[in-house]
């Protein structure tokens, strides 16, 4: 009985990675373009924003090509076979391929731009001979400076590879406070990481803003503790035990006893990848404290309402430690890209930058290689991954008519391929990057004779990272009413010269594409539309530097289709978006659970072909694209080369000691493992054990 229990605990807590089900298709509804911008003309709190097209209708879609960017001609230096070939070098590509040269399989990274990092690169403009270095996407990182349960720094670390950050704690907010539903004049707060009791803390600044602040920390602490125990199953079972395939049940073993001394985490299960609104609405009717916590969901793309419950326990739990703090990889983002390729590289992972994969080769049903943009083809002996987001990855298909109707899996294909490309996603972005003269004189004031610059600046109260609402009754996916900006320079002198600081500001996922796609780049009327558009962004900056427009050395502003173009992403999508509450098609086996999984498996109908990034589970972000790389590798390899890579990281430290699946994975480990890898994926890769040392840039080049 005791056995079932445990079988039934492990199956429901790691249930997402249930063999891929051959399912029939799941139409989506397709909006059509008028919807899609019509829904951003006027916009309300309570409507979730989706965008979709039907990419595999429209095979022949060009996107706009960059100077900049490279000509994807590049490839011609890698080798013409690998076990494994992943398209693209996202969090989530640079993560499997240096996850499966760990594992011992030779693996190589395909990447379009001649940046790696996709939505994590960095660029640099120089401006009066000198260099300004400029992050494209993200710039929360929260947990890199030490081992902590961010899968990013989990995964530097079983790689061994050193990423130097400098630390802050704070996000800093200018929004409406004195009207809670609607406008009302912006109001400075700061939201610190941490203790929420400590000095600045999070309570502190509920009994400052909030309309009730004892009411306010009364309801987020019912918050967190209906959350409590799922939340605590973070520290039970971690996203590195999780595998696409039987091998789960020994990997995820550790949990076990967790789950058999919470049996409440059963009667909360369905809520783990629903719609995190629904526990709000239940506990919490303070409003400062619903904008704030609409606020920490809309990083991965939807506020509490289409936001998954599994995002949002990280936040509840690990926010509010002591000690815990956010990073600012030193040098720039694209540091984490290049950690983690220096990772990857130690075990033989290769990368090819400016190669673009045209076509993901199908024989006989099954994903056997890659034809690049130049004509060469590599061949996959074991899987090939896409890293690329589902509107991309479904162009890189060969034509339906191009396939043998014989071919085992055709209708299949045809079908997975039809759902993927019109799977609802977020809008695009809208960027204004700025490099600001902090000693200019602009009407006798210098930068730090503002007060809003100062308490950015602050030595101990450090705020790069601010976030700006215009009203509270708009969506707050609407890319004119949210957005943020960051200031790298604060912490990091090393990416512009002295005195001057860079910041990138950038719009919600919710800019339309159309009107966009209408305009010529470089015409009259796209420039003005970009100064237009791009207003909103400027007044962002204004709160913290009033004469930014003035103190501005130069200013870029980009726009969906560069957007597009530098990122890879089919018409600057911010990515997949299927609101949490019901499962999305190919959900695998959880569609015909109470689990409502929002995410189509990693595997697909094509034997050989899987996905990872932002589109996989868990979703948006670069913790969670990290994450889906390495789920994707372990799929690829043996339960007992996961299991070695599980023990080996768990004693790296304390931290990560609940990897290991301990005595219980001899449950489950004679009878699962001869199912491990899945029989399309099988091959000799032998896991190749840490040195002891670390990589660092300073040992990479050392060894040249
Ligand atoms: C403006 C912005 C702000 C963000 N802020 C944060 C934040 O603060 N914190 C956070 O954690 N996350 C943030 N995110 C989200 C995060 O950056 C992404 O979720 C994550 O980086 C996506 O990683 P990915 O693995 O899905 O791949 P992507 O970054 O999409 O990379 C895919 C790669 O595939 C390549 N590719 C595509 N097609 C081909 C092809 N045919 N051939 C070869 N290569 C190809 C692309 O060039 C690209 O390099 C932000 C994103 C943006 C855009």
Known sequence: MMRVILALAATTTTALVAPSLRSARSPTRVR??????????????????????DTERERAYEKPTYKGTGDGMGGGDAGDEYDVVVIGSGMGGLACGAMCAKYGEKSIVLESHIKMGGSAHSFTKVHNKEKYSFEVG?????????????????????????????????LAYWVPTSNFDGAG????????LGDVEAPGGFYESLREHASDGELAIKEFEALRNRLKTLGGSTTAVC??????????????????????????????????????????DQLVTEPFLRNFIDTMCIFCGFPA??????????????????????????????????ALHRGGAQFGMDISLNTHVAEILVEGGRACGVRLKSGKVIRARKAVVSNATPFDTVKMLPAQDALDPEMPGFAALQDWRQTLGTLPRHGAILHLFVAVDAEKVVDGKKLADHASWRAAEDETAKNPAHLIVQDWSRSMQDSQNLCSFFIPSLLDRSVCPEGKHVIHVYSSGGEPYEPWEQLEPGSEAYEAYKEERANILWEALENCIPDA???????????????????????????????????????????????????????TPVDGLLRCGDSCFPGIGTPSAAASGVIAANTIVNVETHIAMLEETAKKDPMYKFLSPGPFQWLYRGLVSPLTPSKELRGSGVFQPSSGGRVSAAAEAASR
Not at 38 to 43: L, Y
Not at 185 to 192: A, S
Not at 325 to 333: D, F, H, L, Q, R
Request: charged share 20%; net charge neutral.
């Open 32 to 53: 059509s373009i008028a919807e899609n911008v019509a829904q951003t003309q006027e916009t309300s709190r309570d409507k979730v924003m989706t965008f979709s097209y």
């Open 138 to 170: 993200p710039s929360i990182f929260e947990g890199l400076d030490k081992p902590s349960l961010n899968p990013l720094r989990i995964l530097l670390d079983v790689l061994d590879s050193e990423l130097p950050v400098e630390t802050y704690q704070g």
């Open 185 to 192: 004049p912006v109001k400075y707060w700061r939201f610190q």
């Open 239 to 280: 996203l590195f035990n999780l595998r696409q395939d039987p091998g789960f049940l020994a990997t995820t073993a550790g949990s076990l006893p967790y789950v058999a001394t919470h049996p409440d985490v059963f009667a909360d299960l369905p809520l783990t990848f629903d719609s995190l609104h629904k526990t709000v």
């Open 305 to 338: 309402k289409g936001a998954m419950t599994a995002h949002m326990l990280y936040i509840l739990e690990r926010f509010f430690e002591p000690g815990c703090s956010y990073s600012v990889p030193k040098g720039g983002t694209e540091n984490i890209a290049r």
């Open 549 to 603: 427009r003035e103190r501005a050395e130069f200013h870029i502003v980009g726009s969906p289709l560069a957007h597009e173009a530098f990122l890879r992403r089919d018409r600057g999508t911010y990515g997949m978006a299927w609101a949490a509450g019901t499962s999305a098609p190919y959900a695998g086996l959880l569609k015909f659970t109470p689990i409502p999984f929002p995410f189509p498996n990693l595997k």
